[in-house]
């Protein structure tokens, strides 16, 4: 990954690099017991929680393990959520997509229209051949996302990550470069 944090613009939104002028928005939803329940988070208590969260960003951009974009609609600014990569392994050319976004924007296409732009963007900068999305078998409305974006449900992860104090299934869904590319009807330039 280049030095400059990528920007990526939509049609209504903007990804761009989160910082701790963006804490008190993330706040606002990272502190939301039903956006982070599927996250493998705890709601946030404090601002410094949403410090911590864009530490981490910061880290796994540093590190090339990851990018993580924060959502904000073009009209406000606000970051309002976020979408990235996470667990990405380039010897392999993979990575793990994840996304959350506060209440007040579900139902709207934003996590769709964020979600369309980061896994382009995987394939057109990152060079990647497959995204993989771990989804909770009770998040309905995630698998419908990822599902409507050509990714194709693998199998069932059985008690695979611990958090919030329990063992956790997910379902592994993945799309592979040339999926995503006949989908898009865009020509694969491998």
Not at 61 to 85: H, M
Request: with cysteine; proline share 2%; hydrophobic share 35%.
């Amino acid at each position: 990954m280049g030095k400059e944090f990528p920007e990526i613009e939509t049609k209504r939104l903007m990804l761009r690099q989160v910082t701790v002028e963006d804490a008190k928005d993330m706040f606002t939803y990272l502190s939301d017991e039903d956006v982070v329940k599927t996250m493998g988070l705890d709601p946030c208590q404090t601002i410094e929680d949403a410090c911590d969260e864009i530490k981490w960003y910061k880290s796994i951009y540093q590190e090339n393990t990851g990018i993580r974009w924060g959502i904000t609609p073009k009209d406000s600014g606000k970051v309002i959520g976020s979408c990235g990569f996470l667990n990405m392994h380039s010897k392999h050319h993979r990575a793990e997509v994840g996304y959350g976004l506060g209440k007040d924007y579900w139902g709207k296409g934003i996590a769709s229209e964020a979600l369309a732009a980061v896994v382009a963007y995987g394939y057109q900068q990152l060079q990647l051949e497959r995204i993989e999305a771990l989804i909770e078998p009770a998040n309905l409305s995630s698998q419908k996302l990822v599902e409507k974006h050509g990714f194709t449900r693998e199998g069932l992860l059985r008690h695979y990550e611990y958090t919030r104090g329990k063992f956790d299934d997910l379902y592994i869904y993945s799309i592979i470069r040339h999926e995503h590319f006949s989908k898009a009807g865009e020509k694969d330039e491998i």
